[in-house]
């Protein structure tokens, strides 16, 4: 069976195991010789049909269903493939729909798009269940999957992967971290020597739309409903704002980059909730920009990392990240950097991505993109709060002063490489760029400044170096 290579910087790949062609009119897995990589024409004239059970009519769904119909037929000239939608799954079937492709059954009901004959199932519900239930069910039967879906490939990835080497079918998750950006599908073919120590990335583009608005002078609230609007947002936007979803992806891309799983509980995740233009404006005024970062430190001992508005150099990579992108800065051993960015929300980038994965598998793509994924489960392993760089600010209540301030946070432990008085509305203001220190040390200081009376205001956010 030709084989594409699964995802993996400089991790031995599990063997896969042949697969079962689900029953249907082409047997997709047994084209023989090797497969021509995803996008270019296969040099056989027939188009390859695949047939889809879409689970989930929402708006990825719909998107998808669109795309479809739109470029199918160009999708069909240019690739040799053929998409065909067999089913669609939703939550409430009476409603009435529009979009859903001609000859699609419309069905509440799970059972029988899973025992429906289809060669790929596309997950596009969200949420864990029952997406984890069909999405292993589908696996288990030799049934392709491709999924969008972060937070079931963060609590369930490892599992899924060795369900879906088992049987031989494909797991592809392209539009799951950085929707429209081919993260996955460059890691497939590339940096296969090469052992990632850190990521450093924008990985949701609601927050970043939401951050690149207040920076021009937007309220939080004002630019969250832009985001909605615009149909960049979450069903629910909460898990966009607090940093859940950002903390999905990044527990994904562990376990893609380094087969290792990242708990919950190994990244400390703080919300773009509550900044204000001025912290964007003190970022400036100190050369940097916030940005919803998400950082992971992947080499050495156990995995750790953090979700949080931090303040990126104006030449970091990252820096560049504007509006609703995301990007993705690999460090590697044998590779300094590499950067991967473009659209990292919305309906569309997220279809167009899925239907690159379904290209992929009609054309022979294998294999799952957690190579050794529970290999090292994490268990009992405690809580993290790793230490960073912080953007710190504070406005001195006049007595002590200012400089009373700098000599308590230097017995704290808390120094700066650079600090700047600004002058605001509210009277001057302190900002700089501090040493390296765990979150808890900063929150003690901070605590400690306004338990006195010694500050009318303080600010932290986290930093991210050039070389971090
Ligand atoms: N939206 C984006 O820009 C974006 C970007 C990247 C990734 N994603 C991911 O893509 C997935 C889908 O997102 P979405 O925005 O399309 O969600 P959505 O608009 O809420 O749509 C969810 C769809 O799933 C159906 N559904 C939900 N629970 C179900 C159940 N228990 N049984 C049957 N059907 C069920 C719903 O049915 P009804 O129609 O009957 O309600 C709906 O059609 C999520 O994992 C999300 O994280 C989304």
Request: net charge neutral.
């Amino acid at each position: 069976m030709p084989s594409v290579p699964s995802v993996a910087a400089g991790i031995p790949r599990p063997a896969v195991s042949a697969s079962r062609a689900p029953a249907g009119e082409i047997d997709l897995a047994s084209t023989s010789g090797a497969s021509p990589p995803a996008g270019r024409p296969p040099f056989d004239a027939a188009p390859r049909t695949l047939r889809v059970a879409l689970l989930g009519h929402g708006r990825v769904g719909r998107a998808l269903c669109d795309l479809v119909s739109s470029r199918g037929d160009g999708l069909e000239r240019a690739a040799g493939v053929r998409l065909r939608i067999v089913s669609v799954l939703v939550r409430d079937a009476d409603r009435r729909r529009t979009g859903v492709p001609d000859g699609a059954r419309v069905t509440g009901d799970a059972e029988s798009v899973l025992a429906e004959p289809a060669d790929v199932a596309v997950e596009a519900l969200g949420g864990l269940e029952p997406a984890a239930t069909l999405v292993d069910g589908f696996l288990a039967r030799g049934t392709h999957v491709v999924t969008a879906n972060k937070l079931l490939l963060a609590e369930r990835g490892a599992a899924l992967a060795r369900t879906a080497a088992a049987s031989g079918a494909a797991l592809r998750c392209e539009a799951s971290v950085a929707a429209g950006v081919p993260l996955f599908s460059v890691l497939e073919r590339s940096l296969r020597t090469t052992r990632i120590a850190s990521v450093a990335a924008v990985l949701n583009g609601t927050s970043n739309f939401v951050l690149s608005r207040i920076a021009r002078g937007a309220t939080f609230a004002s630019a969250l409903d832009e985001a909605r609007r615009l149909g960049l947002a979450e069903a629910d936007s909460s898990l966009d704002v607090r940093g859940s979803d950002a903390a999905h992806k990044l527990r994904v891309l562990s376990l893609a980059l380094s087969g290792r799983e990242l708990a919950a509980r190994e990244l400390d995740v703080r919300g773009i909730e509550g900044v204000r233009t001025a912290d964007c404006a003190r970022a400036a005024a100190l050369g940097r920009r916030l940005r919803p970062v998400a950082w992971a430190r992947l080499d050495g001992g156990s995995p750790h990392g953090w979700v949080a508005p931090a303040a990126v150099p104006e030449t970091h990579s990252l820096a560049s990240v504007e509006g609703a992108h995301s990007g993705v800065l690999l460090r590697g051993d044998t590779v300094e950097d590499v950067f991967l960015a473009g659209p990292g929300a919305g309906p569309v980038p997220t279809a167009a991505s899925i239907v690159d994965d379904l290209v992929a598998i009609a054309l022979g793509a294998r294999g799952n993109p957690f190579p050794a994924a529970g290999s090292a489960e994490p268990g009992t392993r405690a809580a993290r709060r790793p230490a960073s760089r912080w953007l710190l600010s504070f406005a001195p209540a006049g007595r002590p002063s200012a400089e009373d301030v700098l000599a308590f946070l230097a017995g704290a432990g808390i120094s700066f490489r650079q600090i700047r008085e600004l002058d605001e509305p509210e009277g001057p203001v302190f900002a700089g760029l501090a040493s390296e220190c765990p979150p808890d040390a900063i929150e003690r200081a901070g605590a400690g400044l306004r338990t006195v009376g010694a500050v009318r205001e303080w600010t932290a956010f986290r930093a991210v170096d050039l070389r971090s």
